[in-house]
């Protein structure tokens, strides 16, 4: 049998469906199987160990294992659900004049995300509005402001949601971001991060923009106190001057503990990254 690469999760899935995984050609990076590669499999029709499988135990029932990371996400998620009274504001962004940049930029040889400026923006905003970036104690009945933005990147992987952190990110350049988000997003990926990798958020992003989405309302990573959800950028006829032209728009939503935070907050907050993405060089003129 050949070695194949695939996430302990995956190896497992394939178990339960009695698939033997070193039979399937992985389409992940470096040829890694995914989930998604075993639910091809299973659903193949030429596949008889798999029908058999499925015959063997319920005609009309699948099921999936409920342990392990996925386990843990559902304990978390139902203590944020329960204990924090969420509030979703939601809003867009032209960010036409960002991608201009981001081009431009790559045309000169400098490859930058817009996740990256993203990340930039919101470090911004939250040290003018630290309640987005605080801790609620409710046993010493006070609000603790963080002294430092650390982002959480909300990262899709094979055996589920993890959240690698990128510490100190007020302090760190454009550029910086972008290699830290990659080399932290491809460790997440790889299941490959450090106790450490995962530490010490105060505020997440959730970037699903890439796959698509209009609007979400995302939970909050306890103990923090709001989230930020990117979703897909769209072009989309708004009126400019009185005149209706073509801008790139992103949406997204905040969801926030309305405990700490109100709604006034939120908006001011969304307004703020909106002047810093919309004209792109107030970044510039906003670091230090």
């Given at each position: 049998m050949r070695n194949v690469k695939a996430a302990p999760y995956t190896r497992k899935l394939a178990r339960s469906y009695g698939i033997e995984i070193e039979t399937i050609e992985g389409t992940g990076k470096n040829k890694r199987i995914t989930n998604e590669d075993i639910e091809r499999t299973r659903q193949s029709s030429n596949n008889p160990t798999t029908n058999r499988t499925l015959l063997d135990t319920h005609t009309n029932k699948e099921s999936l294992p409920f342990k392990g990371r996925r386990k843990q996400i559902a304990k978390k998620m139902t203590t944020s659900a329960y204990t924090i009274p969420h509030v979703t504001h939601f809003d867009r962004i032209d960010v036409s004049a960002l991608i201009e940049v981001k081009d431009e930029l790559k045309a000169d040889g400098v490859h930058l995300s817009l996740t990256a400026f993203f990340l930039k923006a919101v470090s911004i905003a939250l040290l003018e509005f630290p309640v987005f970036n605080s801790k609620l104690d409710e046993e010493r009945e006070e609000i603790t402001l963080e002294p430092t933005v650390n982002c959480g990147i909300a990262t899709h992987t094979d055996e589920g949601l993890i959240v690698p952190v990128i510490k100190d990110t007020q302090q760190k350049s454009i550029p910086h971001l972008h290699e830290e988000m990659k080399q932290l997003t491809e460790k997440a990926q790889n299941n490959e991060c450090e106790m450490s990798d995962l530490r010490g958020g105060t505020f997440t992003i959730s970037n699903v923009g890439p796959i698509g989405g209009v609007y979400a309302t995302p939970i909050i990573n306890h103990p923090e106190v709001a989230i930020l959800a990117l979703h897909q950028i769209?072009?989309?006829?708004?009126?400019?001057?009185?005149?209706?032209?073509?801008?790139?728009?992103?949406n997204l939503s905040l969801s926030f503990d309305h405990r700490v935070a109100d709604g006034y907050t939120a908006v001011m907050f969304t307004n703020r990254m909106k002047s810093l993405l919309e004209k792109p060089y107030r970044l510039l003129t906003s670091l230090k």
């Open positions: 769209e072009d989309t006829p708004v009126v400019r001057n009185k005149t209706i032209v073509i801008r790139s728009m992103l």
